[in-house]
């Protein structure tokens, strides 16, 4: 049973037709995300904040807050999914 799902998964990692559509749309959502972390970055620049919560990415100065954390999550999220489209078109594009 696991050869023939393997030689299905193994043909419909070939189509890339479908490949190049899944991996626009991967793409394009995480660059949405990106973008997002952004405005939501230059958004807390411009708020004034009493409190600095403890996160792994901020830093206030004076009483302007910056928040790093959805900017490098989603930066992250990016590399990973380009690292996994290029392997796939390594592994099993043309050629």
């Not at 997002?36 to 996160?55: H, M």
């Not at 959805?70 to 290029?86: K, R, T």
């Amino acid at each position: 049973m696991f050869p023939v799902v393997r030689s299905d998964l193994e043909r419909l990692l070939r189509d890339v037709t479908l490949i190049t559509l899944v991996f626009a749309i991967a793409i394009g959502w995480s660059l949405y995300q990106v973008a997002s972390a952004l405005g939501y970055f230059f958004v807390t620049i411009f708020q004034r904040a009493d409190n600095t919560p403890d996160t792994a990415f901020s830093f206030a100065l004076r009483s302007h807050v910056f928040y790093f954390d959805p900017l490098v999550e989603s930066l992250i999220a990016l590399g990973f999914l380009l690292a996994v489209a290029l392997y796939v078109r390594r592994r099993f594009g043309p050629g």
